[in-house]
């Protein structure tokens, strides 16, 4: 089991950048491939980015590609979300994931472990 808590969310200007981070508990977390998801008010919760075990396969929903990035720090427990030129359609409740497999998917009904989320704000 692995437990995620998600940190880094808040209030920013359009066109500012926020870092998010997702510290995991447990010493086995370079076993899982691991994603961003997001939900904003009244959608759907959609992939925003995952990643691979070791990190080198990031892949990027296309609403996001060229401005966040995606990286983890298996020494270090730690998934990260990069987000610069950040847009108001990027508020959104943000999730980190955990899926017990190597390679990423873009589905979340196929990740198996969940943190609270934590709250991106855009302004325009």
């Known amino acids: 089991q692995v437990q995620l808590a998600e940190s880094g969310g808040g209030l920013v200007q359009a066109g500012g950048s926020l870092r998010l981070s997702c510290l995991a508990s447990?010493?086995?977390?370079?076993?899982?491939?691991m994603g961003w998801f997001r939900q904003a008010p009244g959608k759907g919760r959609e992939f925003a980015a995952v990643?691979?075990?070791?990190?080198?396969?990031?892949y990027y929903a296309d609403s996001v590609k060229g401005r966040f990035t995606i990286s983890r720090d298996n020494g270090k427990n730690t998934l990260y979300l990069q987000m610069n030129s950040l847009k108001p359609e990027d508020t959104a409740v943000y999730y980190c994931?955990?899926?017990?497999?190597?390679?990423?998917?873009?589905?979340?009904?196929?990740?198996?472990?969940w943190g609270q989320g934590t709250q991106v704000t855009v302004s325009s």
């Open positions: 447990g010493r086995t977390f370079n076993r899982y491939a």
């Open positions: 994931a955990a899926r017990t497999a190597t390679d990423w998917s873009t589905y979340s009904d196929e990740y198996d472990y």
């Open positions: 990643v691979n075990w070791s990190g080198t396969a990031p």
